[in-house]
């Protein structure tokens, strides 16, 4: 059992953990304590003041969430002092804050908004010297140091969870900033793209680079043939932005939405996540059979992509060829779909709805245009700009009747739909690649083994008496482990699957943003993925390679997976980057 | 800040072998990062991009966590120290009599900002505090020589001294 101590807070007993932060002992006693730099496990600083509280003979207020709780503590949370010290601090962060508050992107989600309003700030108590304020824009992301509070959770969740740490605090005193060095753009140093700095930012000084006007414009244009298909992940997290609890499902919902937007078809990422399966799955038999390059590397995740590209560059090889569903599903809708329906390519637009920010990126690779000259996808947009477009084109999200995707190219199978958490994609492969070698119904659909939020997960899975050992990794900072084994040798998997966020996509940068207040204390990647299982445990269709579209695209277009044709269209090539 | 115009970074056989030497002693230990860094700026006598790369890769951190703590301290320069280095005093006397006109006057003069060198790595500037001549104020020294009692209308006719001594070398 855990040591327990005694401590006081506002004149009552209470008996907590010993070794924890006063922060974490007020939270286990009820009490609240506002934060703004803390970030469990990943940004512990002392550094914003906001949690201070008072403890009986400390001289000075201390920092609840770097305090560590000692036997016969005695605290207050809400004394006059303490309650006009954040107050103060508050405003003084604000004095040199860009307070366009009222059209700024994080407007209602803004952690500083919400703390000066319920702490009654004055935003222009302190008007002093403003800083040069630096803005970086990218096709991905914003940066906009005019709204940055210096909290650094961006610098620690870059350097710590995604362990490229490309981000950090430049310069010194009042000119402190947060930048990339010798203040490049994050265009010119090796950025992943991930948008985990998005997600971590208290305020609205990381974006994501807005393409709804983009879009809406090609909606709006009657001269267009403008499709549209969400991801996996984008189901189980958009219900958030419209006041649902963490892990509703709204697939049904966000279809009706799209519809309503005024897409000319609404596709499903899922059907290309299924399509993906047929490509990968058979790629990997090939290589496993055929004295191929192994162990084979999932290729599905952009900032996966652009960090093995960067810094594992030696490891291409590895990587499956497979395009990442997002670009099958364009090259499908570009080369097949246009054609059965006669829809001339310079009025096509394609678009994708995704949980991350790297895939607007992603878009514009080399290799990605599977009809000659045309872009596989055009616009790809995240989560959050999906909900805003909601918002913006007046739709009553709550009260939407559920409705289905357009056939073909929107049935997906719920493998396809798993592909969104850490392990989705392993396990969809295992159950077609095990079912299609052994030539028989599995007894068991699902592969406990390799699910879970945990950032590396290994198993071995017999496979037609083969034991087949994989890997599932997710976050950059565990991707890196797992290719410093592959580099020291010590490593002998044949698969491994890596996803660029921790979690998998449905914690991916382009997703809802939750308050570190609810970040600290709830487990958001294990609450969205639960919905996928859910939903997949409630399904008859579980297997990609039984998708009755699938079937029919090989039959009418493809003909067989890894095909010459679904080589030319389905699969890609990757560069050798400089860090 | 000026984009840094630069001089051309180039590094000799024993530079190379003494840096290689540091690395191999502290490289292991990200908390040596500021310990490197100083010893590197004794081996180059600057800190550019190119030993910042070395730096990072030799202790196996990123470019910004280098960079980061190179712009914190004062005493790590990212520019070459120039032939002349011009520095203007900027105590509250020389201030007050003008130091600072003095100064941009340089920067103009020269292209270059507070801190960086010309790219021929010639001319430097760097201000400086109170040097405790305040009867000659404002004051400007080059390297060991002072100018004391000068406007901002003197600074091209300092600089042309110079830029005549260091073509007569």
Known sequence: MQNKVNIKINGKDYQVDAGITLLEACKQAGIKIPTLCYLKDVNELGACRVCVVEVKGARNLVASCVYPVSDNLEVWTNTERVIKSRKTTLELILSNHNQECTSCVRSGSCELQKLAYEYGCDGHKYEGEKQQFLEDVTDYLVRDNSKCILCRRCISTCEKRQAVAVIGANERGFKTNIGCTFNKSLNDVPCVNCGQCIVSCPTGALRERDNIDDVLKQVFDKEKFVVVAPAPSVRVALGEEFGMPIGTNVEGKMIAALRKIGFDRVFDVNFAADLTIMEEGTEFINRLTNGGVLPMITSCSPGWINYIEQYYPEFLPNLSTCKSPQQMYGATVKRYYAKKFNIPLDKLVVVSVMPCVAKKTELKRPYQSAADGYQDVDYSITTRELARMIKRMGIDFLNLADEKPDSILGEGSTAGLIFGATGGVMEAALRTVKEVVEKKPLEKIDFECVRGTQGIKRAVVEVNGVDVKVCVASGIANAKVIMEELKSGKADYHFIEIMCCPGGCVNGGGQPIQPASVQNSVDIRALRASAMYSADERAVLRKSHENPEIIQLYKEFYQEPNSHLAHECLHTHYIARKK | ?169
């Open chain 2, 1 to 169: 800040m000026k984009e840094n115009k630069g001089v051309c970074f180039t590094e000799t056989p024993e530079q190379k072998v003494q840096m290689d030497a540091v690395l191999e002693q502290y490289g292991g230990d990200e908390s040596n990062l500021l310990v490197v860094l100083q010893e590197a700026q004794k081996i180059y006598g600057y800190l550019p991009i190119e030993v910042q790369k070395k730096v990072a890769d030799g202790m196996g951190v990123s470019m910004e966590k280098v960079y980061g703590v190179v712009t914190f301290y004062s005493f790590l320069r990212t520019d070459p120290v120039g032939k002349y280095n011009f520095s203007v005093c900027m105590g509250t006397v020389c201030y007050v009599k003008g130091a600072g006109l003095i100064n941009e006057k340089l920067k103009e003069v020269l292209g270059i900002d507070d801190g960086q060198c010309t790219p021929d790595g010639l001319f430097a500037i760097a201000p400086t505090r109170c040097i405790g001549c305040c009867g000659l104020a404002p004051v400007m020294f080059v390297n060991d020589d002072v100018y004391g009692n000068i406007t901002h209308n003197d600074v091209e006719d300092i600089v042309e001294i110079y830029r005549k001594r260091a073509k007569n070398l």
